[in-house]
């Protein structure tokens, strides 16, 4: 294939650009990365277990909500959760001055769990406070 | 008519496409006529007459011309300046062989100044952006005030001032004059004033910083619906300025029927507004904005200021 001198510039110029876009993503994953996330260790059976991976930096609290279906007896917690809805099935952590690495959740029923359960975590980023919610499915 | 002659070691001439269409398809001849006459592809041909590459080779031009039954001259473009050109790489021909392995190098050889020129301009943007997406503003300090839009008469909130300056090694002294509203208690300070710096309308603090330091203090202030309570003050580097700058940020705070950290006065605390009393106020020692009683009401589904009684009411 031959190079005209016209078209000869452009594969540099498109390395170029390719770098200069390389710049903005890295700033923007950088920025919209998420700081926490999670996934069910365990979702069937009498123990539910919800393990979330904070990210460095790490927010500085995190509400994490728990939605079961209200059929679902809930016997205890682990953490000790704020507020606990039965009626509505809902489980409601706060924790205050989070440090980066695996926080375990943990919730006992009396009987195996009925129907599907997901969680939401919110939190504000670090930097900027931006409120920011992630929800959790097994 | 110019010399269209291009002087170098392989003699060259600029040939006008559109006469040597002209004169082919007036004489009804084809590309693939001409192209076996001159002994070159028809795409050369056809590159010709486009004026794509108008300087060809003048053995080339003399065969063109004698296929088209003319001079030369009659093919030359007229008053076309001369243009060194290098003749190897730019005669139509030698585009139509295939690359050679020297000519490869020589491509790879002509890339580098060109990728040199990419990464360079590469790390000056990449410098730019450092320096605007994640530099620190180079003033000497920065003083914001951060008080909640409204308040209810009588209830404990807090007001928050956080200074910033550009990093230094040592430390400096910061004196920050605050004028409390009319008709303001104050319930507590954090850091303690300077000695003697709390009056009745002034709170005086004194501190050595790094890079920042966060003042605060919590008041109640008397007054009715929609009366407005207003702050004032001012920061400055120690011994710095006879007439140091105002505090920014919030400067008037509308007493009304909603907690202070009710934002969006809808009588609910929600997630966000319980994580900002948090991220705000859980870091400040000695300041006690009753968190406690912040995240009772965000528990309950919702709350009530009952005007009668002067007590917020959780709604279960």
């Known amino acids: ?138 | 008519m110019a010399d269209n002659s291009i002087p170098g070691p392989m003699s060259m001439v600029k040939v006008d496409g559109s006469k040597i269409k002209h004169l082919r398809e007036g004489q009804g001849l084809t590309q693939l006529y001409l192209a076996t006459a001159v002994q070159v592809t028809t795409d050369t041909i056809s590159r010709w007459e486009n004026k794509r590459y108008p300087s060809i080779k003048k053995e080339n031009g003399i065969k063109l011309a004698e296929a088209l039954n003319v001079q030369l001259e009659d093919l030359l473009e007229e008053n076309e300046v001369e243009e060194p050109l290098p003749l190897p790489r730019l005669a139509p021909s030698a585009i139509d062989l295939a690359l050679t392995t020297d000519n490869k190098k020589s491509r790879i050889r002509n890339i580098w100044p060109f990728i040199i020129l990419s990464l360079t301009l590469f790390c000056i943007l990449a410098a730019f952006a450092w320096y605007f997406l994640y530099s620190s503003p180079d003033l000497p300090i920065t003083a914001e005030r951060n008080a909640p839009d409204h308040c209810i008469a009588g209830q404990p909130f807090p007001v928050m001032i956080k200074i910033t300056r550009a990093p230094e090694d040592r430390q400096t002294a910061i004196i920050i004059r605050e004028n409390l509203p009319a008709n303001a208690t104050v319930v507590k300070i954090s850091p303690e004033a300077v000695s003697g710096g709390m009056k009745k309308d002034t709170i005086s603090w004194l501190k050595k910083i790094n890079e920042s330091a966060t003042f605060a203090y919590v008041i109640r202030v008397a007054g009715g619906k929609d009366d407005k309570v207003t702050f004032s003050g001012t920061a400055a580097i120690s011994g710095d300025s006879d007439s140091p700058p105002p505090i920014g940020g919030s400067s008037k705070t509308t007493i009304d029927k909603y907690h202070w950290a009710d934002v969006d006065m809808d009588n609910i605390i929600s997630d966000s507004e319980i994580l900002a009393v948090h991220d705000r106020y859980n870091q400040i020692e000695g300041i006690d904005v009753d968190i406690d009683a912040i995240e009772e009401i965000w528990l309950g589904s919702g709350y009530k200021w009952n005007e009668t009684t002067k007590k917020i009411e959780i709604i279960e």
């Not at chain 1, 996934?39 to 079961?68: C, F, M, R, W």
């Not at chain 1, 009396?110 to 499915?137: C, H, N, W």
């Open chain 1, 1 to 138: 294939m031959s190079i005209s001198p016209a078209n000869r510039y452009h594969p540099f110029l498109t390395i170029f650009l390719v770098m200069v876009m390389g710049i903005f993503c890295h700033h923007e994953a950088h920025a919209t990365n998420s700081l926490v996330t999670g996934k069910y260790i365990s979702y069937s059976g009498t123990d539910i277990v919800l393990h979330l991976t904070i990210q460095n930096p790490a927010p500085a609290n995190l509400i994490v909500e728990q939605y079961l279906s209200p059929e679902n007896v809930i016997i205890d917690t682990a953490p000790q959760a704020k507020k606990i809805d039965s009626a509505q099935g809902n489980i409601k952590w706060l924790f205050k001055n989070t440090r980066n690495g695996i926080l375990s959740l943990s919730i006992q029923l009396d009987s195996p769990l009925v129907d599907d359960i997901s969680a939401i975590v919110r939190y504000r980023t670090p930097q900027g406070g931006a409120f920011t919610e992630l929800r959790i499915t097994p």
